[in-house]
């Protein structure tokens, strides 16, 4: 395909708009074609399988669209993703999770990483019984350094910018 990369991006784009194919394609200056081939393109790239769950799961969300928040989960080992909501409500989780695994396959799971976003700690017990929380280590050093950093500060306060001890 002579497609560029921007163009396919910019496709991809539009396509989680209210619009229809025959306007992005105008817009893009390519067929409805190309549009409908990119549709069914991120429909292959997102399927996802439900024929069970990792031990180990990571559990984030994120900014999908404008200021809209997501919920992501992955595979802790892997890196492969297990599903992504549109939503981060608990009980859009919730609800996701009992619909579409069985408890023998929620059992199965034994961690879950997270950040320290206490919302999402009592809808994982319920929904994995087996399951130990862990704290992502990314957030974990990231708080570390803001502690310390405000500790630095106010330190610093104390002393005359110009004298030695500063």
Known sequence: HQISENTQHGIDKCLIEDRTMTDIAAQFNVSTITVSRRLMALGEQTRI????????????EFRSTGHH???????????????????RRNDEI???????????????????????????????????????????????????LQSLNQTRVQLMKRFKPASVEY
């Open 69 to 87: 928040m997501s919920f992501i989960v992955i595979d802790a080992v892997t890196h492969e993703q297990v599903a992504i909501l549109p939503s």
């Open 49 to 60: 399988t439900y024929d069970g769950l990792p031990e180990s799961l990571c559990i984030d």
């Open 94 to 144: 919730r609800n996701f999770f009992i619909n579409h695994y069985s408890l023998k396959n929620r059992k199965q799971v034994k961690r879950v990483v997270m950040d320290f976003n206490a919302q999402y700690q009592s809808v994982i017990r319920e929904l994995f019984p087996n399951v130990q929380i862990v704290a992502d280590n990314f957030h974990l050093i990231q708080m570390v």
